[in-house]
């Protein structure tokens, strides 16, 4: 299994300003991802992050948006940009396993409110 | 169009069996039968995958029929801890890791 970190755990923001979640593992990996999940809703995935290469976005989210980086293979960061209070969400990291193809690990999760 | 669907939400007594049944007819051959687990206020965690036939471990069983059009997650004896939102998930590795809505499981005493 692996340790996820997320931090910050929950934080109220204003619209306009940014936020930058961070994701530490505690062992290396070489996928991480990001999701959305609205509160009651489904994960919706936003990118999927390797190290050493640009995060690949899905459709409806943009770089721009949700600037990620991915400097080694224990860690990285999601930004909100721009924050507007359709952005209040709950945001996860995750990685892969290594037990089963479909596995992985997820943190607790960013709880953001913009107001 | 959606991989799987399942049931918006089911209820259920301690002590009973729970049957969750997953529909995804547009399954691919490769693809891999996934479910996963989600309390309140945590991340998804993993509870068992299969491919065809059926899968058991220490927390559930995994039945596949032969067509691999549906799967059944069975949960045995549930208490009121199993209380969470149960999700289908068809793919092939991480790269496909899409969601679907979920079962939400509401175990009552």
């Known amino acids: 299994s692996a340790v996820i970190s997320q931090k910050p755990s929950r934080d109220i923001c204003q619209r306009g300003t940014s936020l930058t979640i961070q994701c530490q593992v505690d062992s290396q990996v070489t996928m991480m991802f990001w999701y959305r999940q609205q509160p009651g809703q489904s994960l919706t995935l936003i990118a999927t992050a390797n190290q050493g290469s640009e995060a690949t976005y899905e459709s409806g989210f943009v770089i721009d948006k949700f600037p990620i980086s991915r400097p080694n293979l224990t860690f990285s960061t999601l930004t909100v940009s721009n924050m507007s209070p359709e952005d209040s969400s709950i945001y996860l990291c995750s990685v892969e396993g290594r037990t089963f193809n479909t596995e992985a690990f997820f943190g607790q999760g960013t709880r953001l409110t913009v107001v | 169009l959606a991989k799987t669907t399942q049931p918006i939400s089911m209820d259920s007594y301690e002590g009973q069996e729970v049957n969750i049944t997953c529909s995804h007819n547009n399954i691919a051959t490769n693809d891999y039968i996934t479910w996963y687990q989600q309390f309140p206020s945590q991340g998804p965690r993993f509870i068992i995958q299969?491919?065809?036939t059926k899968v058991t471990n220490e927390v559930a069983s995994l039945f596949i029929p032969a067509d691999r059009k549906s799967s059944t997650l069975s949960l045995p004896r549930v208490s009121l801890s199993d209380t969470a939102v149960y999700y289908c998930?068809?793919?092939?590795?991480?790269?496909?890791?899409?969601f679907g809505a979920g079962t939400r499981l509401t175990v009552k005493p």
């Open positions: 299969g491919y065809k």
């Open positions: 998930l068809v793919a092939l590795n991480n790269n496909d890791m899409r």
